[in-house]
């Protein structure tokens, strides 16, 4: 964990003096690729040791795969690959640690690769392989038409702004930002001499960094003082089970599943920081003319805490990851696309069995959500009163949903999950 915080906060550094010294104007897109390269292979070999080797032998695997492979069949080796040797080190994980977690524990960049790995590999298949009129608009503006260099591939997957903490992103915004286009042609989105502007403005992220930076302090000190405190262990034990009532109970999950969520905020929030800081992550402008740097952003807290269905919940929580199924799983599964996605996820995530219990149970919440607010839903629009009802009962009725789904992700094992359900 301090290896964690330390090679992000340097990073944070190394990524402002990316943006001021080596940017686009000042350094070939060689160059930008080259340093952020090593960089991202001195943090994962400083805080991974050894370990890091395994990220490294994924990245030549497959960037021999994207190479040697059929167009018609490159996205489908890469992803049996890549998950493949993922797996192998969950299993690894389970069987020969015991359910405990690595003081190096390699496993979090390694799943961020693979996303990147298998994203690359189905936009390659959707520029070369595909016809235009077969894609989805999406996937027409992500396709990619040619296979990128050994640099350009090395600097995609092992950049020192994604390789601790993510998030993933596609392969063309990420070229777009180091040849200095990827703010540039959000900007002409936008009529600016309608606005006033005589040339395009130069938005600066340092306000996006300085607030997403605050919400790291506030979910570092919520998680210093709420986790230690209040353990979703406590909610298994026999004293609890046997003396508190139903609905305290149900209270209790609540506060234990919210005091769980600061280590996520802090370092997804963190890692997003670290983008913004080097130029990445520029999203366009708002409807009040503000600019965005949430192109990267992995949650959005306010509308996860303000939830009224799973749905939205999920939407608003490990954004990247969400986009990254959607687009190698439920967008090209041919049947049962949104069993055949959270089984991609269990099994990306690892194989401890509260995995799996989390998102089996996440797809009969899902279709059970669904039915009930396509059946019931428009009875409650009538007035504001109505509508108020419904969106205070939902909110209640989503947290305590997600709360059931998401405690033995946390407990990990089979026993306390069982004990838990029971």
């Given at each position: 964990?301090?290896?964690?915080?330390?090679?992000?906060?340097?990073?944070?550094?190394?990524?402002?003096?990316?943006?001021?010294?080596?940017?686009?104007?000042?350094?070939s897109?060689?160059?930008r690729?080259?340093?952020?390269?090593l960089?991202?292979?001195?943090?994962?070999?400083?805080?991974?040791?050894?370990?890091?080797?395994?990220?490294?032998?994924?990245?030549?695997?497959n960037?021999?795969?994207?190479?040697?492979?059929?167009?018609?069949?490159?996205?489908?080796?890469?992803?049996?690959?890549a998950?493949?040797?993922?797996?192998?080190c969950?299993?690894?994980?389970?069987?020969?640690?015991?359910?405990?977690?690595?003081?190096?524990?390699?496993?979090?960049?390694?799943m961020?690769?693979?996303?990147?790995?298998?994203?690359?590999?189905?936009?390659?298949?959707d520029?070369?392989?595909r016809?235009a009129?077969e894609l989805?608009a999406?996937?027409?503006?992500?396709?990619?038409?040619?296979?990128?260099?050994?640099?350009?591939?090395?600097?995609?997957?092992?950049?020192?702004?994604?390789?601790?903490?993510?998030?993933?992103?596609?392969?063309?915004?990420?070229?777009?930002?180091?040849e200095?286009?990827h703010?540039?042609?959000?900007?002409?989105?936008?009529?600016?001499?309608?606005?006033g502007?005589?040339?395009?403005?130069?938005?600066?992220?340092?306000?996006?960094?300085?607030y997403?930076?605050?919400?790291?302090?506030?979910?570092?000190?919520?998680?210093?003082?709420?986790?230690?405190?209040?353990?979703?262990?406590?909610?298994?034990?026999?004293?609890?089970?046997?003396?508190?009532?139903?609905?305290?109970?149900?209270?209790?999950?609540?506060?234990?599943?919210?005091?769980?969520?600061?280590?996520?905020?802090?370092?997804?929030?963190?890692?997003?920081?670290?983008?913004?800081?080097?130029?990445?992550g520029?999203?366009?402008?708002?409807?009040?003319?503000?600019?965005?740097?949430?192109?990267?952003?992995?949650?959005?807290?306010?509308?996860?805490?303000?939830?009224?269905?799973?749905k939205?919940?999920?939407e608003?929580?490990?954004?990247?990851?969400?986009?990254?199924l959607?687009?190698?799983?439920y967008?090209r599964?041919?049947?049962?696309?949104?069993?055949?996605?959270?089984i991609l996820s269990?099994?990306?995530?690892?194989?401890?069995?509260?995995?799996?219990?989390?998102f089996?149970?996440?797809?009969?919440?899902?279709?059970?959500?669904?039915a009930i607010?396509?059946n019931?839903?428009?009875?409650?629009?009538s007035?504001?009163?109505?509508?108020?009802?419904?969106?205070?009962?939902?909110?209640?009725?989503?947290?305590?949903?997600?709360?059931?789904?998401?405690?033995?992700?946390?407990?990990?094992?089979?026993?306390?999950?069982?004990?838990?359900?029971?």
């Amino acid at each position: 964990q301090i290896n964690f915080v330390a090679c992000q906060l340097f990073a944070l550094l190394a990524a402002f003096w990316f943006r001021i010294y080596l940017g686009p104007s000042h350094a070939s897109s060689a160059v930008r690729h080259a340093f952020a390269t090593l960089f991202g292979i001195y943090f994962a070999v400083f805080c991974f040791g050894w370990y890091s080797i395994h990220l490294f032998v994924l990245v030549m695997m497959n960037y021999g795969i994207m190479n040697m492979a059929s167009i018609s069949n490159i996205h489908r080796y890469s992803f049996v690959v890549a998950m493949g040797y993922l797996t192998l080190c969950h299993i690894s994980r389970i069987y020969i640690f015991h359910y405990g977690i690595l003081t190096t524990d390699f496993s979090g960049p390694l799943m961020i690769i693979t996303q990147k790995i298998t994203t690359l590999a189905c936009q390659l298949h959707d520029g070369i392989g595909r016809q235009a009129e077969e894609l989805t608009a999406e996937q027409n503006r992500l396709a990619v038409k040619t296979r990128p260099s050994l640099l350009e591939y090395l600097s995609y997957l092992l950049n020192f702004m994604s390789i601790i903490a993510g998030p993933c992103s596609n392969y063309k915004d990420y070229i777009a930002f180091i040849e200095g286009r990827h703010v540039h042609m959000k900007l002409l989105e936008v009529n600016w001499k309608q606005k006033g502007y005589d040339r395009l403005p130069d938005p600066s992220p340092t306000g996006a960094v300085m607030y997403k930076l605050c919400i790291t302090l506030v979910s570092l000190f919520l998680f210093l003082t709420l986790t230690k405190n209040f353990p979703m262990a406590y909610i298994i034990g026999n004293e609890f089970l046997d003396k508190t009532p139903f609905l305290s109970r149900l209270g209790y999950l609540y506060v234990v599943t919210q005091a769980a969520k600061p280590k996520y905020y802090f370092a997804w929030t963190l890692a997003d920081a670290v983008n913004n800081a080097a130029g990445y992550g520029f999203s366009g402008v708002d409807e009040k003319g503000a600019f965005r740097w949430d192109l990267l952003s992995n949650l959005n807290i306010w509308n996860i805490e303000t939830a009224t269905s799973f749905k939205m919940y999920i939407e608003n929580w490990n954004i990247q990851t969400a986009a990254w199924l959607k687009r190698v799983c439920y967008d090209r599964a041919p049947w049962y696309p949104t069993a055949l996605t959270f089984i991609l996820s269990a099994l990306w995530h690892g194989i401890y069995p509260g995995y799996y219990f989390t998102f089996l149970t996440g797809i009969l919440i899902t279709l059970a959500a669904r039915a009930i607010r396509n059946n019931c839903r428009h009875y409650f629009l009538s007035s504001v009163p109505l509508k108020l009802a419904y969106d205070i009962v939902t909110w209640v009725v989503t947290q305590l949903a997600v709360c059931y789904t998401v405690a033995p992700f946390v407990m990990l094992a089979v026993e306390p999950t069982i004990k838990f359900y029971k």
